[in-house]
């Protein structure tokens, strides 16, 4: 399947660079074409002050290069469009083979605190966001993020994800259209609060009737006077009052005209895009109720998005000062604008982040079946409300599929809690995030990296990589120790968790650690818990002895092959045998051979 892809993606480079070629010979031919008009309008232009019947032709020709400027933009944006689909193409080959830099890493989302994302490198290079994210507008990556950090409350909603990620997974056109035109979105990380000031700021007209009188009636008089002045003797100082006195009431106004303007100056081009991915959203037809909904949102919003950026656009305008001075000495053009964009805000002012949010959500969905789709033997899981979790052929999501070694697992409420022992580098710490991370996956709505999965609908919890901070003061054992007690302090208000420990109580020393590990396995046997606790105290093994019902004891084992250790990382029933430190240390001559 992996050629198949590889074929899928090659070929629709193969076409995409063809496109461009065409697409860029008809650029380059409207900009000569364009050229060579203006060139004549300009000789025109000449010869009409030699010959009035040439400023005829100039006229034509003033047509003629608006319909090729209209031309060259048109077929200027459909060539920036096909080179970032022909990019995607890359990229996703690049995927292929486990090169995912190209897609951002989510760095800003890492958060020691998170009570199970850093332990599963769910952000950061190399990691489930990256290799899972397509999405460009910050709001998409924020809404994915926050889907991988909390889970649903409840099943159904879980299932209109992955019937949402099913469909968009076979639309590879509509998913590729979407991540072109989100990556010509130059978004500042300030726009949606900006936004959001300038929509809950009070009416900028206080008596609105007054003012849509009062901006008909003083550029109409203002207008009149200047147009007469030219044909009347003694009006032009009537006429030179006139601009004054609205000159006079566009400076009353300046102030707050220019804080308005601050709110939402330069977001034109991001409301712009805003608007055509709506439009190609709203244009789709969906299958799935959720994106048939989401569609609907979108086709209802795209034309007032649309005019919102060019209201937007038309105030920006404002800042040429020569077009500043003449328009709004005679159409008192700013408070126009200003005008125009209150009513686009009283009538939409409660719709406008539903559209947007219809937009980031699409983003969502289509990462969530890029990743199907690239992954066409994962699956999508059985979401239930029992605590039972159960995997055939469980690998790690992250892992190229040459190098992925998978496991049958299952435990449940009977038998909650499996100690893993096992060496250095046998693979039990990979197990463990094996689990957490398509756990993440199942509960985000997305396929995990199995043949089959039934996950519980339960909060995921782990201690694998604690850290000690400086800034928070504390040393690594008393962040670990306080990683435990927020664990225990949940599950005593009777929440059920899924809990990853790896190797715990590091911090201390053998004795202690022991002694602590053995106190802290007893605690979870009557805890509404699922929990694999990896270590390599090979002394927790006899806990099954006393908590048969409850407890498992599982283990990787090495083993050596001509002098050579070698790891099969295939999960087995029982306490491991053998351990690899003074092996290791032999070889790398740290310690003499025997």
């Known amino acids: 399947m992996t050629t198949d892809l590889r074929t899928f993606y090659t070929d629709r480079r193969k076409n995409l660079d063809a496109e461009i070629v065409a697409v860029s010979r008809g650029v380059n031919f409207t900009s000569n074409a364009r050229l060579t008009v203006a060139l004549a309008f300009a000789a025109s232009v000449y010869g009409g002050f030699q010959q009035a019947e040439w400023f005829y032709l100039s006229g034509a020709l003033a047509v003629l290069f608006a319909l090729l400027v209209k031309r060259h933009t048109t077929q200027f944006e459909k060539l920036v469009h096909l080179k970032h689909l022909r990019a995607i193409q890359d990229e996703e080959l690049a995927s292929l083979e486990g090169d995912v830099s190209s897609q951002p890493d989510g760095q800003a989302f890492i958060d020691i605190h998170h009570p199970y994302s850093h332990d599963l490198d769910v952000f950061g290079r190399g990691s ?79 008596n609105s009737t007054w003012y849509r009188i009062a901006l008909v009636v003083m550029p109409a008089i203002t207008v009149a006077l200047v147009a007469t002045a030219f044909f009347v003797d003694g009006l032009t100082g009537t006429a030179l009052l006139a601009a004054a006195f609205q000159w006079t009431f566009h400076a009353l106004h300046l102030k707050r005209v220019n804080a308005y303007h601050g709110y939402i100056s330069g977001r034109k081009n991001t409301l712009a895009r805003y608007g055509l991915l709506l439009q190609t959203i709203g244009a789709t037809g969906f299958r799935t109720p959720f994106m048939q909904n989401i569609g609907a949102t979108a086709h209802s919003g795209h034309g007032a998005v649309t005019q919102l950026a060019t209201l937007v656009n038309a105030l920006d305008a404002r800042m040429n000062m020569m077009m500043n001075l003449l328009v709004n000495t005679l159409f008192l053009y700013d408070l126009q604008c200003v005008f125009r964009l209150e009513q686009w805000r009283k009538e939409n002012r409660n719709h406008l982040f539903n559209w947007i949010d219809a937009l980031y959500e699409t983003e969502v969905i289509a990462s969530m079946g890029t990743f199907s789709f690239n992954h066409p033997h994962f699956v999508f899981p059985i979401i239930q409300n029992d605590r039972v979790f159960e995997a055939r052929n469980l690998g790690h999501p992250l892992l190229h599929e040459k190098e992925r070694i998978t496991n049958d697992f299952t435990m449940d409420e009977d038998r909650s809690i499996h100690i893993i022992t096992g060496a250095n580098m046998a693979g039990k710490s990979t197990f463990l995030r094996a689990i957490g991370v398509n756990v993440v996956l199942a509960l985000a709505g997305a396929p995990v990296c199995a043949s089959e999965m ?141």
Request: glycine share 4%; hydrophobic share 40%.
């Open 128 to 206: 489930l966001f990256q290799h899972l994210n397509r999405c460009r507008t910050s709001g998409g990556m924020q809404r994915l993020a926050a889907r991988l950090q909390e889970r649903a409350d409840n099943q159904e909603v879980i299932l209109t994800w992955q019937e949402a990620a099913r469909e968009l997974a076979e639309m590879s056109d509509f998913r590729h259209n979407v991540q072109a035109l989100t990556r010509q979105i130059s978004e500042d990380a300030n726009d949606r609060r900006q936004l959001e000031l300038w929509l809950n700021n009070d009416p900028f007209f206080r």
């Open 454 to 594: 039934r996950c519980p609908l339960i909060d995921l919890r782990s201690g694998m990589r604690t850290a000690d901070s400086l800034q928070d003061h504390q040393s690594y054992f008393y962040a670990e120790l306080d990683r435990l007690k927020s664990i225990m302090d949940e599950l005593r208000t009777g929440k059920p968790l899924l809990i990853l420990l790896d190797e715990i109580l590091k911090g201390t020393n053998s004795n202690d650690k022991q002694a602590g590990s053995f106190a802290l396995v007893r605690q979870l046997v009557d805890q509404p818990c699922l929990a694999l606790i990896a270590t390599h105290d090979l002394a927790l093994g006899v806990l099954e002895e006393q908590y048969p019902q409850r407890i498992l004891n599982f283990s990787f084992e090495p083993r050596i092959d001509n002098d050579q250790l070698m790891f099969d990382y295939k999960l087995r029933r029982g306490v491991a045998q053998k351990m690899n430190a003074t092996f290791l240390m032999k070889k790398m001559g740290i310690l003499p051979p025997d």
